[in-house]
T-cell receptor, first 114, second 118 residues
Framework: GAGVSQSPSNKVTEKGKDVELRCDPI?????LYWYRQRLGQGLEFLIY????????KSGLPSDRFSAERTGESVSTLTIQRTQQEDSAVYLC????????????FGQGTRLTVV | AQTVTQSQPEMSVQEAETVTLSCTYD???????LFWYKQPPSRQMILVIR??????QNATENRFSVNFQKAAKSFSLKISDSQLGDAAMYFC???????????????FGQGTRLTINP
């Protein structure tokens, strides 16, 4: 596709339920990032994938959070047993390999836990 | 670990005037990249400008320019002739050069909300 696509755009879930968020990166982009953005806050790094290398999971806030990516394709971020504190916008970005390359962002998934 | 700090949660400027947004960062690396991203209410993050640390010349993109002070680890964004469409959250970001595992992680500041007054 032309850009990074995230789905769903909005998700409302009940506390305790599991949710899956999807990210389709730009074709050919080997790097993929997930960030969390709470209301009015900055971007909190969650996880980073680079090609087939082991992902950098250093930003995942708890073991309820996990993410997968197969090769250089789609990634899913899963939050198990959601809590109200998980309510946020989850942003995905992808880029080519290289320090100065631009990261292209999707429009995010707004997750509301009620 | 690298950190990025934006000390101005909010800024406002009159239309057509100039505004400067501050950013400082902390790193032990000598080679890295710095970015300013804009996030309008649509949530879409847009790259405004980037700077390679090895370049002494400050980057410029039309009305947007940076003041990069490597020794001071400062990277401010200047917006000239402010326009209503410039109203957004602005985020400063850092990424190291070396392509080690995990080293390409983009680290963001907390953001500055810019308001343009007509």
């Amino acid at each position: 596709g032309a850009g990074v696509s995230q789905s769903p755009s909005n998700k409302v879930t009940e506390k305790g339920k599991d949710v899956e968020l999807r990210c389709d990166p730009i074709s050919g982009h080997t790097a993929l990032y997930w960030y969390r953005q709470r209301l009015g806050q900055g971007l909190e790094f969650l996880i980073y994938f680079q090609g087939n290398s082991a992902p950098d999971k250093s930003g995942l806030p708890s073991d309820r959070f996990s993410a997968e990516r197969t090769g250089e394709s789609v990634s899913t971020l899963t939050i198990q047993r959601t809590q109200q504190e998980d309510s946020a916008v989850y942003l995905c970005a992808s880029s080519l390999w290289g320090g100065n390359t631009e990261a292209f962002f999707g429009q995010g998934t707004r997750l509301t836990v009620v | 670990a690298q950190t990025v700090t934006q000390s101005q949660p909010e800024m406002s400027v009159q239309e057509a005037e100039t505004v400067t947004l501050s950013c400082t960062y902390d790193t032990s690396e000598s080679d890295y990249y710095l970015f300013w991203y804009k996030q309008p209410p649509s949530r879409q993050m847009i790259l405004v400008i980037r700077q390679e640390a090895y370049k002494q010349q400050n980057a410029t993109e039309n009305r947007f320019s940076v003041n990069f002070q490597k020794a001071a680890k400062s990277f401010s964004l200047k917006i000239s002739d402010s326009q209503l469409g410039d109203a957004a959250m602005y985020f400063c970001a850092y990424r190291p050069q070396y392509l080690l595992q995990g080293a390409q992680k983009l680290v963001f500041g907390q953001g500055t909300r810019l308001t343009i007054n007509p």
